[in-house]
């Protein structure tokens, strides 16, 4: 119940793409998804969050799609950096304001 | 400027030592945690504490142990290091009704 499952594991895309990684949750109790970013040798930062009461956030190139029915949300990392090479987690929370993170995807840009 | 501190950035000690890694924010926040990280990047909720005087464990067992005696200070204390506590140690904190958490820049602790 308390479970965030997130893949991929790490994923390459070529400067311009589209980087997308997902997430699901289990706890319909959870009311609040975050993405944070973390870069080697830092802490996480939170990147952009989204609540269930919309099923799309933007934020730049940075999308948070949201599926209540499925209990999936994903990231979309438009027009992909080098400088977007990090590792990003997929997080939820409800009422108790503990965030459960996702296991992680590391997220490399080509050149 | 608000921020969030943690010190050491890098600890190299050796089995059986007492540790305390120090966290502060300047935020005014009132919910801190700690949280640890492993070589596999998952992070693992180990305390938290929604206030002064007020320290909850989390989800990952853990022999470590926390104080809140003000507001802005959360440290952690290993009373006796072993190896198996390698790792790194994140702290973050959340204002009053704000889900997103600040994290410090971590903790790399490494028992030898």
């Known amino acids: 119940q308390q479970q965030v499952k997130q893949s991929p594991q790490s994923l390459i895309v070529q400067k311009g793409g589209i980087s997308i990684i997902n997430c699901a949750y289990e706890?319909?109790?959870?009311?609040?998804f975050p993405w944070y970013q973390q870069f080697p040798g830092k802490g996480p930062a939170l990147l952009i969050a989204?609540?269930?009461?919309?099923s799309e956030k933007k934020e730049g190139r940075f999308t948070i799609s949201f599926n209540k029915s499925a209990k999936q949300f994903s990231l979309h990392i438009m027009d992909s950096q080098p400088g977007d090479s990090a590792t990003y987690f997929c997080a939820a929370t409800g009422s108790s304001y503990k965030l459960i993170f996702g296991s992680g995807t590391r997220l490399l840009v080509r050149p | 400027e608000a921020d969030i501190y943690q010190t050491p950035r890098y600890l190299v000690i050796g089995t059986g030592k007492k540790i305390t890694l120090e966290c502060s924010q300047t935020m005014g926040h009132d919910k801190m945690y700690w949280y640890q990280q492993d070589p596999g990047m998952e992070l693992h909720l180990i305390h938290y504490?929604?206030?002064?005087?007020?320290?909850e464990k989390g989800d990952l067992s853990s022999e470590s142990t926390v104080s809140r005696i003000r507001t802005e200070h959360f440290p952690l204390t290993l009373e006796s290091a072993r190896p198996s506590h390698t790792s790194q140690y994140l702290c973050a904190s959340s204002g009053p009704g704000v889900y997103g958490y600040t994290f410090g820049s971590g903790t790399r602790l490494t028992v030898v």
């Open positions: 706890n319909t109790a959870f009311d609040y």
């Open positions: 504490s929604y206030g002064v005087n007020s320290t």
């Open positions: 989204i609540r269930p009461d919309v």
